[in-house]
Structures are given as C-alpha cells and as structure tokens.
C-alpha cells in the first residue's frame, strides 16, 4: 500500500495515525508480518497524550518531554552559524508511548499490554517474559541510539525525583557484538550523547537541578565494577553476560569469526548457566536495554535467558527488573512474525520518504538486462559484469562526494572468504582505483585465523587494527574505499559512506537474514543535516535482487534508473554546486567577484536588568476575565507562535496553586528565546511585578487560581512574553556605530556544495557552475544578468559564501540577513541586491543595514566600489529593464 498522500516529508513534522503507512492486501505474509498489533490503539493513545498536554504523566516526565520536543534548542557549528536542534517526529513518538504506557495506562506486563491489542489475534502465550518488556521499532539510521539515550535520562531522573517510581537508575546496556559496542561507546563515553544532544534540562527548568543530579558512571566490558548501588551504566556486548562457563570468544581461538564480530547468541535452554551477581552486587534497581534486540526472538535462546535470571536473582532480593527496553529495526521472529511486544513503528518507508535515511535504487530493465553470469569456475570471471557495474556507479558516486570533502565507499558482499580474497584481488588488478593493497578492506578470518591484510597472524593487535580500520573507513584519512566481506551483514558496520551494494550472495527463503539487514549497510546518510535526498545503488544477481525486492511487500518503492559507463546524470540526482574551473571558456579572474568582509556593528550589551522599568511599558492591557472552578483547575498554554500546547498544569480539589512555578515557566521562555545566560532571578521579579499590577486591566492577586487560568489564555501569554521581550531588546540591543573591515571574501574561493535538485541556470558571467533559484523570480533575474551588457559577473549568494549581515529585526532581536546576489558592472562597482517576492515587514530594516554596510566599506575603504538594489518581484515584471543600469534607476525604493 501506497503512502498517503498527505504523508509528509518532514521527519519533524507530527505524524496523525490516519496518515501512516499500513500494508494493504497485496503485502506478502499479511498483516502479523508487517504492522505490530498493538500500535495502531497506541498511535491513537499517544496522540490524545499529547494533545492533552501529557495530563496524566509525572511532573518529572511533562518537564522532560516539554524540554526534548516543545523547546527549541539552538545549536552552534564550528563556523559560527546556529541551527535549531530538534528530534525526529518517530524519536519523539517512541519516547511519548513508553512514558504513556507506564505513567497513564500502568503497564507492568503482559496481560497490561494485552489490552491495546488492535487485531484481537494476541493471547498471554506469545509473550514469553513476564516482566515489563517493551520493544521499539525504528528503520537503520534513523536514530535509535537518541531514543535509548532520552529513556534512560527519564528513568534516571524519574527515579530520582518522583517517590512512588519503580523505574531505575542503573542501566545494563547490552549490544549483539564488539562492532555494535564501540559504536555504543563513543556516544556514551564520558556522557557525551547526553550533554552534546539537549537531553539534559537546564538546571533550575522547573525547579530541578536536572545537569547537576544526573551522576552516572559508565563501566565497560570486563571494566564491569559497581562504584555505587545508583548510577551505573554497564555497556557489553551479550557474551560478557553469560556465565563463565560459556566458551568467550577469543583472540587465539583457531576460528576468529565470533571475535570479530560476535558471536550468535544460541543455544538450548540448558546452555545458560547465567551468574550476574558479579554485574549486580547491591543493585536492587535496573532498567536493561537492547540494542539490536532481533535477537531475542527464542525463549530458548542465551540472550532472552540471560535477562530471565537477571530478573529472577532480582526478585530473589525484593525487586525486579524495572523495564526491558528493546530498540531495533527489524523486530521479527524467524518465522517473519513482528514480535508482539513492539510498541512504537517507524517503518523504512516512512523513513525513506521522509529523507531520513537514504533511498535505494536498482537498475533498471534495460541495464539489468545487459548482466550476465558468465559460465566459469572462476567467481570474479562468473560475477565480472555485476562487479564492474558496482565499480562504474561507485566511481559517479565517488567523483561527485570527493568534490565535497566526503569519501564513497563500495560493499562487495560475497558468499565464502576464499571469494572474498579473490574479488579483491580481481579490483586490485583491474581497476587502477583500487591498484594500492591499502585500497580494499577484507573482511573476515581464513580457517587458520590469518587476517588478510597481514602476514602476522592472529594477533590480538591486528584484529584490533582491523576493527579500526573499518570503523574509521568513512574519514578522508583512511585510505580505504572498498569492502568485500561475507560478514557485512552483521550489525554494526553502519558506515555513513556507502553509496554501491554489490551483493554476489545466493539468498534463500530459509535465510535469517531480512532484506533490510541487507540494504541496512548502506541507509546511513552522509549528509544527515540537509533535507537533500540521498541514494545507494544496488546491484546484484538475480537471486540476490528478488531477495532486495521482497522488501516490497513492507511498502518501499524501490527506484530504478540506468546505469553504466554512458548513462548521463538523473532526474533526481542532488546538484553539485562549484567554482567551475574545468570550463575553458571561462576566465576566472574576471568573473570573481571580491566582497569586504566587515566586523559585526549590532551586539547585545548585557545591562543590568533592573535597569526594566514595567510601569512604563508600552502594551494594551488584557481584560481580566472570570473562571469557573471547574475551568481553574486545568491551566494549559500554548506556544504564542504556533499555537501547540506547551505546559500543562492541572490541580486537584484542594490543590493550592503555585503561582511561582508559573511565572517560573515564563520567565525561562523569554530567557530563553533571548538567550539571555544568567540574570533570572531579576527577571522574574520583573515578571512578577508585571502579572500582578501591570499586565491586565486591574492589578490582580497572585495566589488566586484564577489568575493563573487567566496567565494560560493566549492573549495574556503573548502580550507578557512580547512585551517583556521587547522591553529587553531596547535594554541591550545596540548598535556599535562603526565596523572595521577584516578581510574579504572572493567567491572563486567557495568549497563545493550540494543542493536538492531543482530548477537552474547554467552561466556565462559567473564563477559557479550552477545558479539555482530558491524561487522563480531569482531564476528570471538571473536570466536577465547573463543577458546584460553592462554586467561582467553575477552569483547567487549561496550559506556556502558565508557572506551575510547581522541586522535587527521587526522583533527587535538580532538575526542574520542573507542578501540574494552579487553583481559586479562594467564600472567596477559591486552591488548587493535583494530580489523580494512576498511582503516581509523585514525588508525596509534589511535594506537600511544594507545601506549602512555599503556605507561602513567606503568609509573604511574609500577606493571600493559597492552599491546595492532591491528588486521587487510586480516590478521587474511589469517594467522589464533590459541593462542593469536601467534596473538601478528604476529600483530606487531604499535608496537615499
């Protein structure tokens, strides 16, 4: 079944549960292979939760999920530039259900569980644990690990700040392998995930001391030693779990395939002799958490047994295993059946469509049909057309991400290490890419545990250098751009880079392995924070591409398209925009264009906020209106902006309202949105003198509930939180009164770029080789610059120049003002001009500072040349200048 067609694009964007991809009939295996039956009532549940305001949930749990998705997190990059951080729309769904199922619906286990069962095909004995196990569902790449990361920050801090919780504050985080692990590592190591992402509210956010109280230590591996009865993290893979009796994997085993990658955890029930109480000690508290968790599809398996005596010992000592949290992508059964446990889905289609993750593209007819399994003995003489096809789509791939400073790097998936050490051979020899022995990364052991890339045996050190050597195969330092491997398919070789999958491996309807396993190697985006859609090809023999296809039936669209060595550029490839220095008839020199560079004039002087007399603000003052009990007693309020329940607070009968913890929550928004660091206790006595005498029509008492249900009326948040924004950016918004040049920028100097495929122009008179329009209007300017004479050079001001101009805004805050082009005349002169569409109460302020930065240049310089225009959109079309000249006299509406 198709998406529907108001699915969005947007992974930000909420998603209604009427919108969500659902299979149809004709999806293979039916509806117990596809969709988990208890998430359709749950989609449901939630959304109400969270229209609601999360009624229902702890204090503890509303702050943090206010503070995750209904606060904005401004985030600064290395250049300087700032980004709103937000999380995906499924992250946020995933962490909403588990805080809904244990604080509003008091899930404890399976027969809790049993109630949101939407088919009515479930029964107690598909659940084999009887603890609280719940299981999330999220495509390859899509960020699974920030769920993990969000959940175990709300049972810490739910254990830590609510009396009644029986959640944890130690945490057994489990991976299926080392691979898994070392990723596992380098997020948690030190913290790192928890204070670089904003999981971590800002101490004193509704009254916590939330950075401060959150002490953990992580323990790695044999490093397993509790410091503490709380605040532990034990990061191992699955193997340190089992007893000692269990044969561990090792560097001098004969066979080094369960080293290297882990081994499978199997068994029969009578294998697990499982002995935690060296990993438990005095812990009578613990949440255990799964990554990859596919695994645990057997009661009889080590892995489910391992977690089924960790919860008994448990109970032995008068508690038991807070929560099982399982996150993986493909929660299935070797039988194809979802696990029922699954609580929260983000199926690939959805992940695809929404750009997420990358999209998977086959060959189309004409190209597969040109594909052939030669009759050889020989395995690279057999495969030779499907692996020169990889190479030749791999090369288009690797010229274009070179350009940008990224690396693309080939999968070859074979069937047995012997034709794993043949095929990379066969690239050694046969394509001068590949030429160096450093170029092709080998992976797996040959019987008598010799790596491939080197002579010196089994050492513990080479396996350890292999294991780098894949993981660091992304960076531009590595000088690896191939894998050929049987293993790849095991979790945890999750590179960002691979944009070829070449699969030379006979599937079988019996394999464990599912499709997106397969394409999982190559989801991962390499440019995660752009909305530019992202491809991997696939290619492979016929057997291995019906196994790729089958991934049909779960609602993916695989696209096709041509390839080869003569196959031009598609339709939806990305753009790549550069300096064009490979065009002949183009004179660099001439066409660049050089733009001072000047420091910044506007600043914010952080005065003393005392200095904000709220007697004399200027605001039309609310009307104070009068609530019944019933209305008093739930106070909700909504984003001034958008509209969407920020804060909810509802009281009982014989609650006494808390009017600090209201005006709390207002002052931390208008810190906020102002960035203002410190001087909260001043501004909340500012606020506080404002509600009580000045903001409505009479001055009003504080401790009244019905004023706190008047503060939760839309028109009295948005004239506080205005108002007093207002007054603070009069306070200490300035503006320096000079700049001093520091530098230029020429646009020759531009790094490669890209950008979605739409609309260009391919120019004469510019230094790039593309100007795209951000709108139909650029493109017709741009059209007209290469047709006027008076024009030497023109250029779209792309973020990739960094040229842009801090100004105030309507608001009366600083932003930054990205003017549109540049073009340089046949008299020298440089102009900045700004082509205007729609109206935007910005303009006039945009162009002012534009005046007064030409003005600072030619003062600072007066032998510099630079003007600007602004063209507005009904008059280019209505007058139609045709030299720029003309443009300029015509286009005077900012000018002096």
Aim: hydrophobic share 35%; net charge negative.
């Amino acid at each position: 079944m198709a998406l529907h067609q108001d699915f969005p694009t947007s992974p930000f964007e909420v998603l209604a549960p009427e919108i969500r991809w659902f299979p149809g009939d004709e999806s293979a295996g039916g509806l117990e292979s596809l969709l988990p039956p208890l998430v359709p009532r749950l989609r449901r549940e939630v959304k109400a939760f969270r229209d609601g305001g999360y009624v229902g949930a702890s204090e503890t749990s509303r702050s943090l999920l206010r503070w995750w998705f209904h606060t904005p997190h401004l985030v600064t990059n290395s250049d300087g530039t700032t980004y709103e951080f937000k999380y995906y729309f499924a992250q946020q769904e995933a962490v909403e259900t588990v805080i809904w199922l244990y604080e509003v619906a008091g899930v404890k286990d399976k027969y809790d569980l049993l109630r949101y069962d939407s088919l009515g095909r479930l029964s107690p004995n598909m659940f084999d644990e009887y603890w609280r196990r719940f299981v999330i569902k999220m495509a390859t790449g899509s960020g699974k690990t920030k769920v993990m990361s969000l959940l175990l920050a709300w049972s810490f801090f739910h254990r830590t700040y609510e009396e009644d919780s029986d959640l944890a504050r130690n945490f057994l985080v489990i991976a299926p392998n080392i691979i898994v692990l070392d990723r596992l590592y380098k997020d948690f190591n030190g913290l790192k995930i928890f204070f670089e992402d904003p999981v971590l509210p800002d101490n004193g956010y509704d009254g916590q001391n939330w950075k401060h109280d959150f002490q953990l230590t992580l323990h790695l591996q044999d490093n397993v030693n509790v410091i503490r009865p709380t605040g532990n993290i034990f990061l191992t893979n699955i193997h340190r779990v089992y007893t000692s009796e269990e044969d561990i994997p090792s560097p001098d085993d004969l066979d080094l395939m369960d080293y290297f990658l882990g081994k499978r955890p199997i068994g029969k029930t009578t294998d697990s002799k499982i002995d935690l109480r060296d990993v438990i000690g005095d812990i009578e508290e613990l949440v255990v958490i799964n990554d990859e968790a596919h695994h645990i599809h057997d009661p009889k398996l080590a892995w489910f047994k391992s977690i089924e005596d960790l919860h008994n010992k448990l109970q032995q000592k008068g508690s038991y295993l807070s929560l099982q949290l399982d996150v993986t992508a493909t929660p299935k059964h070797t039988n194809g059946a979802i696990f029922v446990q699954t609580i929260s889905d983000y199926p690939l289609v959805e992940a695809i469509h929404q750009n997420v993750v990358k999209h998977p593209v086959l060959p189309d007819q004409a190209s597969r049909a040109k594909l052939r399994e030669r009759k050889s003995a020989k395995y690279t003489e057999k495969y030779a057309d499907y692996i020169h096809l990889g190479v030749v789509e791999w090369r288009k791939a690797y010229e274009d991400n070179e350009k940008l400073g990224k690396k693309a790097v080939l999968f070859i998936m074979t069937d047995d290490t012997k034709n794993c050490d043949e095929v990379a051979e066969y690239l050694h020899t046969h394509y001068p890419e590949f030429e160096r022995r450093d170029s092709v990364l080998v992976i797996h052991t040959k019987n008598n545990g010799e790596i491939s890339e080197a002579t010196t045996g089994k050492k513990k050190e080479e396996l350890e250098r292999l294991r780098r050597e894949a993981d660091r195969i992304d960076s531009n330092e590595s000088p690896y751009k191939a894998i050929v491997s049987v293993m790849v398919l095991k979790e945890g070789w999750d590179v960002r880079n691979v944009t070829t999958i070449v699969g030379l491996r006979p599937y079988s309807a019996k394999s464990r392995i599912l499709p997106e396993q397969t394409l999982g190697r190559g989801l991962r985006r390499m440019y995660p924070h752009t909305d530019i859609a992202e491809y991997v090809s696939v290619i492979g023999t016929d057997a291995f591409m019906d196994f790729v296809e089958s991934i049909k039936s779960e609602g993916v669209e695989l696209e096709r398209k041509p390839m080869g060595d003569s196959i031009e550029r598609g339709p939806n490839d990305p753009l790549i925009i550069e300096v064009d220095t490979e065009n002949a008839n183009k004179d660099l020199d001439k066409l660049d264009i050089e733009i001072p560079k000047l420091t910044p004039r506007i600043y914010r002087e952080y005065k003393n906020l005392q200095d904000i007399d709220v007697s004399s603000l200027d605001h039309i003052k609310v009307p104070y209106k009068e609530f019944t009990d019933e209305e008093k007693r739930e106070i909700i309020f909504r984003d001034i902006t958008t509209n969407e329940v920020t804060h909810t607070t509802v009281l009982d009968t014989n609650a006494v309202p808390d009017y600090r913890m209201v005006l709390g929550y207002f002052t931390q928004t208008i810190m906020r949105e102002q960035r203002l660091i410190s001087g909260y206790d001043v501004l909340y006595g500012k606020v506080k003198e404002f509600v009580a005498n000045h903001l409505f029509e009479q001055s009003v008492d504080l401790e009244d509930a019905n004023t706190l249900r008047n503060l939760s009326e839309l028109q009295a948040s948005k004239t506080l939180i205005e108002t007093m924004k207002k007054a603070i950016n009069e306070l200490t918004v300035k503006d320096q009164g000079d700049a001093q040049i520091q530098g230029s920028i020429k646009l020759r100097n531009t790094r490669p770029f890209i950008a979605k495929n739409q609309g260009y122009l391919v120019p004469k008179k510019s230094v790039f080789n593309k100007v795209i329009g951000d709108s139909h209007l650029e493109l017709e300017f741009a059209a007209f610059l290469e047709d006027c004479e008076d024009v030497v050079s023109f250029a779209k001001n792309y973020q990739a120049v960094h040229f842009n101009l801090d100004y105030i805004n309507a608001d009366g805050n600083i932003s930054n003002y990205y003017p549109d082009f540049f073009v340089k005349t046949d008299s020298g002169v440089v102009y900045i001009v700004e082509t205007k569409g729609l109206e935007d109460m910005d303009v006039p302020l945009k162009m002012e500072r534009l005046r007064q930065w030409c003005r600072d240049v030619m003062q600072e310089s007066p032998n510099t040349k630079v003007d600007f225009a602004c063209v507005d959109q009904e008059s280019f079309e209505r007058y139609r200048p045709t030299t720029f000249s003309e443009l300029v006299a015509g286009f005077r509406e900012y000018k002096d």
